[in-house]
């Protein structure tokens, strides 16, 4: 399968904890993207990388989360010190550049957080 | 800043008969409109795209939206439903940088037997 892969699929953890997710992109996309989406509601942009830079970030994205992208390959979103209002779905997404491409992203699954 | 607005949170068909979701728009720029659907425990997949082309725009699975500027709208249509199209649908448009979207809240589709 060459899709967009995200692991964990399900975690559930207590208040306090840190979690973290990785996200493996279709290999020749360049451009990966978090979303975060909550019950009942559209995914709300959090971040996006160009390659292993990092482009922008969500005023939604506070100081406890960070996204990484080493090599400008898989990355990984790290939430520290879980709080019950992080509980959501969080969606990675990849795409290749350029106007011919524009919105056409390839989400994975998702990987849903269980903050106890 | 540019939003959508999806006028149903949820519709109803019965199998064969026509499906009609719908989507206003507000941007300050020309924008690129798009469909995306999520089925249960899949990722969200692209159905179609506007990016100021034509202006009826055709998708995978039958299904085609037309953008209307005048009344600012971009209504996802299907001649006939089919058991599989229940899912959610969301209605995205992108940010001129082209990089960041914007959904909407969703609109699920069930599909009577």
């Known amino acids: 399968d060459t899709g967009v892969s995200q692991n964990p699929r399900h975690k559930i953890t207590k208040r306090g904890q840190n979690v973290t997710f990785r996200c493996d992109p279709i290999?020749?996309?360049?451009?990966l993207y978090w979303y975060r989406q909550t019950l009942g509601q559209g995914p709300e942009f959090l971040t996006y990388?160009?390659?292993?830079?990092?482009?922008?970030k969500s005023r939604l994205l506070s100081d406890r989360f960070s996204a990484e992208r080493p090599k400008g390959s898989f990355s990984t979103l790290e939430i520290q010190r879980t709080e019950q209002g992080d509980s959501a779905m969080y969606l990675c997404?990849?795409?290749?550049?350029?106007?011919?491409?524009?919105?056409?992203?390839?989400f994975g699954e998702g990987s849903r957080l269980t903050v106890l | 800043a540019q939003s959508v607005t999806q006028l149903d949170s949820h519709v109803s068909v019965s199998e064969g008969t026509p499906v009609l979701l719908r989507c206003n728009y507000s941007?300050?720029?020309?924008?690129?409109l798009f469909w995306y659907v999520q089925h249960p425990n899949k990722g969200l997949q692209l159905l179609l795209k506007?990016?100021?082309?034509?202006?009826l725009v055709k998708g995978i699975n039958g299904f085609e939206a037309e953008f209307k500027k005048s009344e600012t709208s971009f209504h996802l249509t299907k001649p006939s439903a089919h058991m599989s199209d229940a899912a959610e649908y969301f209605c995205?448009?992108?940010?001129?940088?082209?990089?960041?979207?914007?959904f909407g809240a969703g609109t699920t589709v069930t599909v009577r037997a």
């Open positions: 997404a990849s795409s290749l550049t350029g106007t011919r491409h524009t919105g056409e992203l390839f």
């Open positions: 290999s020749e996309h360049n451009r």
């Open positions: 990388f160009q390659n292993e830079a990092q482009l922008e």
């Open positions: 941007s300050s720029y020309s924008p690129s």
């Open positions: 506007y990016t100021s082309a034509a202006t």
């Open positions: 995205v448009v992108s940010d001129p940088n082209d990089y960041k979207l914007s």
